[in-house]
């Protein structure tokens, strides 16, 4: 509490021109309300360890969106089992994801939320047809969404 005390003291001043930095400081106001597992991803870029995020084995229909802002990044027909202990996908939602940066010795690239920027895991070329690419996506990065349609159509099946 402290310390949200004191920054809105510090954008206070900004406001007031009473500090003038000397350089452009960008403060994302969004990023401080997030909770240290997730800032850990999604501003750290964090990895989670294998096999302990809750989507790497869910298998439920529906869509995967960005845990910040909502938008739609994967959806639940290119999801597979990569057995990496991730949530693996071999195909992202147009518009939703992009590349940051390539590591070639280890032969991954680091992916971001296209709209918000947040950290999301890593795309590599060793996955399934049809693109041959594997998503390996930290679930504090998603949040799944079932649609409507979706949920009667699976209750239907149960009775
Ligand atoms: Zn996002």
């Keep these: ?13 900004l406001n007031k021109n009473l500090i003038k930095p ?19 991803i999604a ?11 809750e ?10 969106q960005c845990y910040h802002c909502k938008i739609t990044l994967f959806q639940s027909d290119t ?5 990496t202990g991730y949530a693996s ?16 010795k280890f032969r991954y690239s680091a992916l971001q939320c ?9 795309i590599s070329k060793d996955g399934p047809p049809p693109t041959f690419l594997r998503y390996s996506i930290n679930s504090g990065a998603l949040k799944f969404y079932q649609p409507k349609s979706i949920k009667q159509l699976s209750q239907q099946s149960q009775q």
């Excluded at 999801?79 to 057995?83: C, G, I, P, S, W």
């Design 1 to 13: 509490m402290k310390i949200k005390f004191l920054f809105n003291k510090i954008l206070d001043a």
């Design 55 to 64: 989507f790497c084995n869910h298998e439920q229909q529906g869509v995967y």
């Design 43 to 53: 501003v750290g870029k964090g990895m989670e360890r294998p096999f302990t995020g």
């Design 22 to 40: 000397q350089k452009k400081i960008e403060i994302r106001l969004d990023r401080l309300s997030m909770d240290p597992h997730h800032y850990w």
């Design 89 to 104: 996908f071999f195909q992202h939602h147009k518009n939703s994801v992009k590349i940051i940066e390539t590591k070639e």
């Design 114 to 122: 296209m709209n918000c920027q947040s950290y999301l895991g890593q």
């Design 79 to 83: 999801k597979y089992q990569a057995q």
